[in-house]
């Protein structure tokens, strides 16, 4: 029997490709091979889209762009081609493949925007389809939507980037609403890329113009003392495992880039230091929260439990969250049950479903 032929696609041009990287190693040194046939394509930093057939140790040292026989490719539109066209010599060659995995965090990969071109092509993907992508990517039209279905959050508002022409008005507006210590963020950001905490009317002038310069929307965000908390939910709605619920004690002020990614020195809990009542709600309102906003395959719902009041407050939805072998994610995956192995096959299994993409 043919195996199924799996296209990873790694990098991007996004300030998170180098998270991308490490993910992307991960996944491709842990796909059954009795199973599955890979194929790679890696983005540069630029945007050049490369068939890359060599070794995953070159992608974790991003010299995977400079292997003698990386080619030209690009992921037809067209639904009768269902594949890669690889481009040799004035010479186009086409490799058919049966699924695509987007190993592509933040913009072009989590937005929506890789899922569009899939859709055209008529390929199956793995992850989420283009709305629960795009709403989930962008921190406004989620926090609407939460607070549209009652989902509880912090405090939070907003502002356009021309309405920074006017800074007084939106730090007056922001500290009457919010208070100091606030958070600044860019509404389609991850990682914690462009993400402060601000005390005083100085900072948040800083954090703006910070914030700005990843995107055009600026969320604002209550400061809540108290656990920070996730849960994994992994399936296709009705059908859904809610994780054991994990907790990041971080050493720096908040989880940031580098806490997470280069220094290494935060510690993940799991469960949870909260209780198990809390926990077991935590779960169901992350498969209730995943559900209305239509996330399919796999996400992590991130939260708060504020200190002295155990409210449980959501804060975002990561729709391909981090799968290096320090990310959550996998991690909480593994207390339910599933070896990294075994959880990369069942989010493939679900991407071949028919019902995993928008129509």
């Not at 507006?173 to 905490?197: H, N, Q």
Request: aromatic share 8%; net charge negative; proline share 4%.
């Amino acid at each position: 029997m043919a195996k199924t032929k799996v296209c990873v696609i790694f990098g991007g041009v996004s300030s998170e490709h180098e998270v991308s990287l490490m993910s992307a190693k991960s996944i491709i040194d842990n796909i059954p091979t009795d199973k599955y046939d890979v194929v790679k394509i890696g983005i540069t930093k630029k945007g050049r889209w490369l068939f890359f057939p060599g070794s995953s140790d070159d992608i974790i040292s991003d010299t995977w762009h400079e292997h003698p026989d990386c080619v030209p490719c690009l992921i037809s539109p067209d639904k009768t081609t269902r594949g890669i066209l690889k481009l040799f010599d004035n010479e186009i060659f086409i490799e058919k493949i049966d699924v695509v995995l987007p190993v592509l965090h933040g913009k072009n990969g989590e937005d929506g925007t890789i899922q569009g071109l899939l859709s055209l092509a008529d390929i199956p993907y793995c992850g989420c389809g283009i709305f629960g992508s795009a709403a989930c990517m962008d921190k406004v039209y989620a926090n609407i939507i939460f607070d549209h279905l009652g989902i509880q959050r912090c405090k939070w508002d907003y502002i356009h980037d021309y309405e920074a022409n006017n800074l007084d008005a939106v730090e007056k507006r922001m500290a009457e609403k919010l208070g100091y210590p606030m958070f600044v963020k860019p509404s389609r950001s991850g990682s914690s890329v462009g993400i402060s905490k601000v005390t005083n009317k100085d900072e948040l002038r800083s954090a703006i113009n910070l914030a700005l310069a990843h995107d055009d929307k600026v969320v604002f965000e209550e400061f809540i003392q108290g656990h920070e908390v996730e849960c994994a939910v992994l399936g296709n709605a009705p059908d859904l495992i809610a994780s054991e619920v994990g907790e990041i004690g971080a050493t720096a002020d908040f989880y940031d880039y580098d806490d997470k990614y280069k220094n290494g020195t935060s510690r993940t809990f799991i469960p949870a230091s909260v209780d198990k009542e809390i926990r077991d709600r935590i779960r169901e309102i992350a498969k209730e929260a995943y559900t209305a906003i239509d996330c399919r395959g796999l996400s992590r719902v991130d939260f708060f439990v504020e200190k002295g009041t155990n409210r449980i407050l959501i804060n975002e939805i990561n729709t391909l969250p981090g799968f290096t072998t320090i990310s959550m994610y996998p991690k909480l995956m593994q207390s339910e049950g599933f070896t990294y192995s075994e959880l990369v096959d069942r989010i493939i299994q679900l991407g071949l479903k028919k019902d995993t993409h928008d129509e």
